[in-house]
């Protein structure tokens, strides 16, 4: 480990965007120094991204065991053994730290094991050692919130960090919040065999997804048996023999044994020396322009701690480009519409660009069309059920050079909702990075049967001539 000294970059965080960053400036032939207080991998790797979805693939294996006979296979469902499934998910992590720490090394960066207090807008203090750089990149990430006057306890009411690590399956459980951690931990213990009720004061789960996918996921929950509590604000909790009361705004009372706390995560950036060397704040977030660079010349900032979409490969673009800013080459800022999102439960629901009511909230005229995945072979063969929406400019409504209507415009958003549909948004943000129109994507092929099919078919239809489609 080095011990102070200095280097072309010095990075804070040694997460998605800290060390997307740091591997690509080393690429670049900079010299780079990369400061982590915990493990390389950040919260992704390690209480995040990789977890979490480790324990959802052994929930759809139950899930498999318990339905299996109605594809004609006999099995017999034992129960869930939550330390081999805990043992499971550890070694899925430990393999990924394992070939990063590698990857790190391979390019020569210097890892820093420790916590990092930036002093000046050129050094960063370890301990007792000083390491300073021609630019500080801020990276540290964040943390899961909580609600005024509600204490986390660790044990009945607890984040998705203690949630990872539960030895047992919950025999009930109240989520407060139905975003994406919300709905996938719904998702994992439901599974499991647990009792779930989300509580959201917003009228849908999943507030920032379409209107679409969120009505098919709330009525796909409640053929799982997943309760909700849709526009109701949490009160207060106490404790009971069991575990927790839950009072909302509603006048209705839950019970049960945790309380699982997923109402978002906030930045790590008190008491770590931003604000005193010239590094503003809003709400704990730090400021920067399209370019990710701060109001300090020598310092930018990325991943969860600006107040871009907390996803990890929002991360990995933001670290890669200003690792590229740094090196000299010609950088553009990020279409945050632009960047695919995907909840990961079951069934999944994966997205990329805007709403329709983020549509019409911007004056925008479109066409759109859904796509019934029961239309789908794959997907039947599946046994899912969901959707395929996609939204698109409105056509000009001049004449075309064969006469017609001209037809729709760019593709401005892909919604997809069912089993597995998250691998196949990558499609998605080609199309609409791409800036294609439906015609454009309806002279492509698509491999039947696969469930990227509905991409296709949803494109055809749209561009006026629908194959498999039932009005």
């Known amino acids: 480990m080095a011990e102070g000294g200095h280097y072309d970059i010095v990075v804070l965080g040694g997460g998605s965007g800290g060390y997307a960053c740091a591997l690509r400036a080393a690429e670049l032939g900079k010299r780079v120094a990369l400061i982590e207080k915990d493990k390389v991998g950040g919260t992704c790797l390690h209480r995040g991204c990789i977890p979490t979805k480790a324990l959802l693939h052994a929930a759809e294996v139950a899930d498999s065991a318990r339905e299996s006979e109605k594809f004609g296979i006999r099995t017999s469902f034992e129960g869930v053994d939550m330390p081999g ?4 998910q550890q070694s899925v992590v430990d393999r990924l730290w394992k070939g990063l720490q590698s990857t790190i090394a ?23 050692a000083l390491y300073t750089g021609d630019h500080i990149v801020l990276a540290t990430g964040s943390v899961p919130r909580s609600l005024p006057g509600l204490e986390i306890d660790g044990a009945r009411i607890i984040t998705s960090d203690e949630a990872l690590r539960m030895d047992r399956v919950p025999g ?7 975003g994406v951690i ?44 997943i309760a909700a509590e849709l526009g109701t604000a949490f009160e207060s909790v106490r404790y009971t023999a069991g575990g927790v009361s839950v009072s909302l705004s509603n006048g209705k009372t839950l019970e049960a044994e ?25 709400r704990g977030y730090v400021d920067v322009d399209g370019l990710c660079r701060t109001a300090v010349p020598t310092i930018s900032a990325v991943g969860d701690l600006i107040a871009t979409p907390q996803l990890a490969h929002v991360g990995f673009a933001e670290g890669i480009m200003v690792a590229e800013r740094l090196g000299g080459l010609d950088v553009r800022p990020i279409d945050y519409d632009g960047v695919p999102r995907i909840t990961y439960s079951d069934p999944e629901v ?14 925008i005229a479109v066409t759109e069309v859904t796509y019934p995945l029961g239309g789908n072979g794959k997907s039947v063969i599946l046994q899912t059920q969901g959707q395929a929406k996609v939204i698109a400019e409105a056509p000009a409504g001049s004449p075309g050079p064969d006469g017609q209507g001209a037809g729709p415009g760019r593709v401005l958003g892909i919604h997809l909702i069912g089993a597995r549909v998250g691998e196949l948004i990558a499609e998605g943000q080609l199309i609409y990075n791409w800036d294609a129109e439906p015609a454009d994507v309806a002279a492509l092929i698509h491999p039947h049967p696969t469930q990227s099919e509905i991409i296709g078919e949803a494109h055809l239809a749209l561009a006026g001539k629908p194959l498999h489609f039932h009005a």
């Open 85 to 88: 499934v805990l043992s499971y």
């Open 106 to 128: 391979s390019r020569k960066i210097d890892t820093i094991l420790g916590d990092g207090r930036l002093v000046s807008p050129t050094s960063v203090q370890v301990g007792d």
């Open 172 to 178: 009930s459980a109240v989520i407060l919040g139905g």
């Open 182 to 225: 919300g709905v996938e931990f719904a998702s994992v213990w439901r599974s499991f065999g647990a009792g779930v009720t989300i509580v959201e004061m917003m009228p849908q789960l999943l507030p920032l997804e379409d209107e679409a996918s969120a009505k098919q996921l709330q009525r796909a929950f409640r053929r799982r048996g």
């Open 258 to 282: 945790v309380l699982l706390v997923a109402v978002g995560r906030g930045p790590v950036s008190a008491r770590l020396g931003y604000e005193e060397n010239g590094v503003t704040l809003t």
């Open 350 to 363: 994966a997205s990329v660009g805007i709403t329709s009511a983020q549509a019409a909230e911007r004056g």
